[in-house]
């Protein structure tokens, strides 16, 4: 059975993640920061598969947490198959008013954390193979006004995807990011109505997209069919970008 370890698996994006893996036969562990409530309802809620899903309270931030997860997940589960770098923040402000604390944390959840994960895995992975998947955004390929934090991290994670694709392609490690557009979560539910309606007046589709949706993106790119794709970055926005 495949292992797939999923930052930021307790809500939204990540936790659709967690229920289409587990549902595809992979054993799945998961990392939540401070939702331990949620966690606790999702795997629970997995019923029988639940037996072979983790969760770890974990801030991506913490490098020796990442070895941690990544260790305990190794001894639980088995050798990690695939890493998705799901757990991201978005911290908006206009630049002129961004503080140095805010351009930080959003930097340090989005690009440290893939990186703190990656570092963790990519030895098993030089050994055996496995795919790693970032999740990026438009806002890292066309920029967003009053998230320049936020653009800035995805942008990284992007050239990271692209940089570490090339350095592990030839030990059959596949290294791909997701872009999504507006995806109804948690994350997009904190715009208030003004913000959301101009939002949405942007997308060629006209509405936001489903977690569900970019989850099995997700278990695609993980899969064999994806064999022979690696170092890309794939948009599901309806057109936004
Ligand atoms: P969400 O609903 O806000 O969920 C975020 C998840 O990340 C939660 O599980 C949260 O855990 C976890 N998390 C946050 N900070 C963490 C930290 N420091 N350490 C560990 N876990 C942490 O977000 P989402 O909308 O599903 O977004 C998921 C990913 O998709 C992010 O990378 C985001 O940038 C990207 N994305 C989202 C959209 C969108 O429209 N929603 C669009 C483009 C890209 P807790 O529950 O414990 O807080």
């Not at 020796?64 to 260790?71: E, T």
Request: glycine residues 12%; charged residues 20%; aromatic residues 6%.
């Amino acid at each position: 059975m495949k292992v797939a370890l999923i930052t930021g698996g307790s809500r939204g994006i990540g936790q659709a993640m967690v229920k289409e893996f587990a549902g595809a036969c992979y054993s799945v562990a998961f990392t939540y920061n401070e939702n331990g409530a949620a966690a606790e309802s999702l795997v629970t809620g997995l019923g029988e598969q639940a037996q072979r899903a983790l969760a770890y309270q974990a801030d991506v931030r913490d490098f020796a947490q990442a070895q941690g997860v990544v260790k305990a997940v190794q001894e639980t589960l088995g050798p990690i198959d695939v890493l998705i770098n799901n757990a991201g923040i978005r911290r908006d402000r206009a630049f002129h008013n961004m503080d140095p604390e805010l351009w930080r944390e959003v930097i340090e959840t989005n690009l440290m954390g893939p990186f703190n994960y990656s570092r963790a895995v990519i030895g098993g992975m030089i050994r055996r193979g496995g795919v790693i998947l970032n999740v990026a955004s438009v806002s890292g390929l066309i920029g967003i006004a009053g998230q320049t934090n936020y653009s800035a991290s995805k942008a990284g994670l992007i050239g990271f995807t692209k940089a570490l694709s090339r350095e592990v392609a030839r030990f059959s490690v596949r290294v791909n990011a997701i872009a999504p557009g507006v995806i109804e979560t948690d994350m997009t539910e904190s715009l208030d109505e003004n913000a959301r309606r101009k939002l949405l007046a942007h997308i060629p589709m006209g509405c936001p997209g489903t977690p569900e949706q970019v989850a099995r993106l997700a278990l695609y790119l993980a899969g064999e069919d994806a064999a022979y794709v690696t170092g890309q970055v794939f948009t599901m926005d309806g057109g936004l970008s």
